[in-house]
């Protein structure tokens, strides 16, 4: 089972769509499966439900400390490259508080009237337009102008700092950089998140953007994250720019794909997208957790063996990697009745999408949520009908799942 396995890692294996019948094959002979890398140490690939949900839960078992992703980093990388996302707690849950607050459940609510405004604005500027790219003109669109909002940026700044975005979440695709991670020498930036120079571009920026605020307050998340908690704890810049970095990279792109696998779900299922109209709120955000399970929009993170232990039968060593296939435990048949079924209506819905609930749930959770339903919404509301009118492109990655070329054709109401 090991050269099954290995063909995970290729980010070439994706661009027909995920290989679901590798995972099926692990998860039911091999779910935790020893997984050679050609350019690393190798890992053990966890592929049911039950095991991604114990290894995500147990991480006093299984740390983020040493790394989310595949590659191997040296201590220097690891420390230089460090998020939110590459704590544990306590460390973890104090970073987390001080960046959460524009995040939680009832101040994302208060978003909604803002998100359907910009949704009203992205398709009132197709201008009628039947045929277009749905990735570009609409999936693209909308998080990137509520990033704006949330971040208080000038809308001239909101296509190239997104366009950053693509070449970090991107960066094993030439179409989104130059400096892709297995076809070229990226040594030089080792010490950079995702081993690009872009990062330097969006620190210079995020640190202008901090200098500012600070001169100037404003009613904007990067105001309120320079404001000191009720235990008087501030973060520094560093930890301030890496949090930057990641709502603009994996904020943005993340909503995109997920909202791209919706517009993909209508196409093949004209008669779900005609009913949206006449679905209350509770229907839609079934809608919206089945599209968040059919998608699996991050495939995997990684996990680091802290002491010897056992999962699914094998022995698992201190300092082993283990993947977390969030992709494989959303298919687990033994937890999903019918799961290559797309039901609208599924409940219970328990998806690994936002990476469960454990500490490193994803912050963003509620406002992708948000999105994706008001979006949908609005969709279902001018058009009609919407289908495929050209040929699809993927995103090469063994890591995010996605579409980056949607060519539709609507038909407005």
């Not at 294996?13 to 995920?18: F, H, S």
């Amino acid at each position: 089972m090991e050269n099954f396995a290995e063909k995970l890692t290729s980010h070439d294996a994706y661009l027909d769509g995920v290989p679901h019948d590798i995972f099926k094959e692990l998860r039911t002979h091999d779910p935790v499966a020893w997984t050679k890398e050609s350019d690393g140490r190798g890992f053990w690939s966890i592929t049911t439900y039950d095991d991604v949900l114990y290894a995500s839960r147990h991480t006093e078992l299984f740390s983020s400390r040493l790394g989310i992703r595949m590659e191997d980093m040296d201590e220097e990388e690891t420390e230089a490259r460090r998020t939110l996302m590459e704590m544990d707690s306590p460390e973890h849950t104090r970073l987390r508080r001080l960046v959460a607050r524009p995040f939680t459940p009832r101040q994302v609510a208060d978003y909604e009237g803002s998100i359907r405004d910009l949704a009203h604005e992205v398709l009132a500027n197709l201008n009628g337009a039947d045929e277009f790219d749905f990735v570009k003109e609409i999936a693209r669109e909308l998080p990137m102008k509520m990033l704006g909002r949330l971040l208080g940026l000038p809308d001239e700044d909101l296509d190239w700092l997104v366009s950053r975005g693509d070449a970090l979440i991107g960066n094993t695709d030439p179409e989104f950089t130059d400096y892709v991670v297995d076809q070229t020498d990226t040594s030089e930036y080792r010490l950079l998140p995702f081993r690009s120079p872009v990062a330097l571009e969006l620190f210079e920026y995020a640190q202008s953007a901090l200098d500012s605020r600070r001169i100037t307050p404003t009613h904007d998340v990067i105001t309120a994250l320079l404001q000191p908690n009720n235990d008087g704890d501030t973060l520094d810049d560093v930890a301030l720019k890496n949090f930057f970095t990641l709502m603009v990279a994996a904020g943005n792109d993340t909503t995109r794909y997920t909202m791209v696998a919706g517009a993909q779900v209508f196409i093949d299922r004209p008669n779900l997208f005609t009913s949206i109209p006449s679905m209350d709120e509770a229907q839609v955000k079934a809608l919206v957790d089945e599209v968040l399970r059919w998608s699996s929009t991050t495939m995997h993170f990684r996990r680091t063996v802290v002491e010897d232990t056992v999962l699914g039968g094998q022995q698992l060593k201190k300092g082993d990697k283990v993947v977390l296939w969030y992709v494989s435990a959303n298919f687990d048949e033994s937890h999903f009745d019918d799961p290559y079924s797309f039901r609208a209506d599924r409940s219970p819905n328990d998806h690994t999408a936002f990476g469960l609930h454990s500490a490193h749930l994803c912050l963003g959770a509620h406002l992708a949520r948000l999105e994706l339903r008001v979006m949908f919404e609005e969709m279902a509301k001018a058009w009609s009908s919407i289908e495929l009118a050209g040929d699809t492109e993927r995103l090469r990655s063994n890591f995010i799942s996605g579409t980056k070329k949607l060519p539709v054709k609507v038909t407005w109401r």
